[in-house]
Protein backbone atom coordinates (compact mmCIF):
# COMPACT_ATOMS: atom_id res chain seq x y z
CA UNK A 1 0.00 0.00 0.00
CA UNK A 2 1.05 3.48 -0.68
CA UNK A 3 2.19 5.55 2.75
CA UNK A 4 4.19 8.80 3.49
CA UNK A 5 4.96 8.72 7.00
CA UNK A 6 6.71 11.45 8.02
CA UNK A 7 9.24 12.36 11.35
CA UNK A 8 11.62 14.66 12.51
CA UNK A 9 9.55 17.30 13.98
CA UNK A 10 9.32 19.17 17.16
CA UNK A 11 9.56 21.84 19.85
CA UNK A 12 12.49 24.36 18.86
CA UNK A 13 13.12 27.80 19.98
CA UNK A 14 13.22 30.54 17.13
CA UNK A 15 16.84 30.62 14.99
CA UNK A 16 17.06 26.44 15.89
CA UNK A 17 17.01 24.05 13.37
CA UNK A 18 15.38 20.31 12.47
CA UNK A 19 15.68 17.92 9.72
CA UNK A 20 12.47 15.76 8.70
CA UNK A 21 12.06 12.74 7.03
CA UNK A 22 9.17 11.36 4.78
CA UNK A 23 9.57 7.38 4.19
CA UNK A 24 7.80 6.72 1.28
CA UNK A 25 6.55 3.21 0.42
CA UNK A 26 4.25 1.79 -1.83
CA UNK A 27 5.17 3.65 -5.39
CA UNK A 28 7.96 3.92 -7.45
CA UNK A 29 9.24 6.82 -5.30
CA UNK A 30 12.58 7.78 -7.53
CA UNK A 31 10.52 8.81 -10.87
CA UNK A 32 8.15 11.59 -9.14
CA UNK A 33 8.85 15.22 -8.08
CA UNK A 34 8.25 15.27 -4.39
CA UNK A 35 7.44 17.69 -2.10
CA UNK A 36 7.20 19.17 1.45
CA UNK A 37 3.90 21.14 2.75
CA UNK A 38 2.29 22.48 5.80
CA UNK A 39 -0.80 23.46 7.14
CA UNK A 40 -1.69 25.04 10.44
CA UNK A 41 -5.36 25.09 11.47
CA UNK A 42 -8.21 27.26 9.54
CA UNK A 43 -5.55 27.50 6.60
CA UNK A 44 -5.54 25.50 3.58
CA UNK A 45 -1.96 23.27 3.23
CA UNK A 46 0.53 25.44 1.61
CA UNK A 47 3.84 23.91 -0.51
CA UNK A 48 7.23 24.67 1.08
CA UNK A 49 9.47 23.06 -1.56
CA UNK A 50 9.63 20.65 -3.88
CA UNK A 51 12.55 18.35 -5.71
CA UNK A 52 12.10 16.25 -8.81
CA UNK A 53 13.55 12.67 -9.29
CA UNK A 54 16.89 14.33 -10.80
CA UNK A 55 17.48 16.32 -8.02
CA UNK A 56 16.31 19.84 -8.79
CA UNK A 57 15.08 21.79 -6.26
CA UNK A 58 12.85 24.97 -6.08
CA UNK A 59 11.48 26.98 -2.73
CA UNK A 60 8.35 29.34 -2.29
CA UNK A 61 9.34 32.46 -1.13
CA UNK A 62 8.62 31.76 3.00
CA UNK A 63 11.66 28.91 3.39
CA UNK A 64 13.60 30.00 0.40
CA UNK A 65 17.60 30.93 2.00
CA UNK A 66 16.54 28.69 5.25
CA UNK A 67 15.24 25.62 4.09
CA UNK A 68 16.87 22.48 2.47
CA UNK A 69 14.80 19.77 0.45
CA UNK A 70 17.10 16.47 -0.70
CA UNK A 71 16.45 13.12 -1.11
CA UNK A 72 17.54 9.89 -1.22
CA UNK A 73 16.18 7.12 -3.60
CA UNK A 74 18.10 4.17 -2.44
CA UNK A 75 15.96 4.56 0.75
CA UNK A 76 12.54 5.67 -0.66
CA UNK A 77 13.28 9.16 1.58
CA UNK A 78 12.61 12.74 1.48
CA UNK A 79 14.26 15.08 4.13
CA UNK A 80 13.70 18.64 4.65
CA UNK A 81 16.69 20.24 6.46
CA UNK A 82 15.24 23.79 8.56
CA UNK A 83 17.39 26.23 9.76
CA UNK A 84 16.77 29.93 11.38
CA UNK A 85 13.60 29.03 12.06
CA UNK A 86 10.72 31.28 12.93
CA UNK A 87 7.50 31.42 15.23
CA UNK A 88 5.35 31.28 11.47
CA UNK A 89 6.90 28.37 10.86
CA UNK A 90 4.80 26.61 13.22
CA UNK A 91 2.77 23.96 11.66
CA UNK A 92 1.91 20.39 10.67
CA UNK A 93 4.55 19.02 8.04
CA UNK A 94 3.57 16.82 5.28
CA UNK A 95 5.23 15.21 2.58
CA UNK A 96 3.80 14.48 -1.31
CA UNK A 97 4.00 14.41 -4.73
CA UNK A 98 3.97 17.92 -5.85
CA UNK A 99 0.47 17.83 -6.69
CA UNK A 100 -2.21 16.71 -9.47
CA UNK A 101 -3.28 13.56 -10.42
CA UNK A 102 -0.52 12.00 -8.44
CA UNK A 103 -0.83 13.10 -5.47
CA UNK A 104 -1.27 10.70 -2.95
CA UNK A 105 -2.80 9.36 0.00
CA UNK A 106 -1.77 12.13 2.76
CA UNK A 107 -0.12 10.81 5.97
CA UNK A 108 -0.26 12.05 9.47
CA UNK A 109 2.43 14.75 8.98
CA UNK A 110 4.83 15.66 12.15
CA UNK A 111 4.69 18.80 13.80
CA UNK A 112 7.26 21.64 14.09
CA UNK A 113 6.59 24.55 16.94
CA UNK A 114 8.71 26.73 17.14
CA UNK A 115 8.29 29.24 20.12
CA UNK A 116 10.46 30.84 22.86
Known amino acids: QVQLVESGGGLVQPGGSLRLSCAASGFIFRVFTMGWYRQIPGKERQLVATITSGGSTNYADSGKGRFTISRDNAKNTLYLQMNSLKPDDTAMYYC??????????WGQGTQVTVSS
Open 96 to 105: NTDGGPYTLS
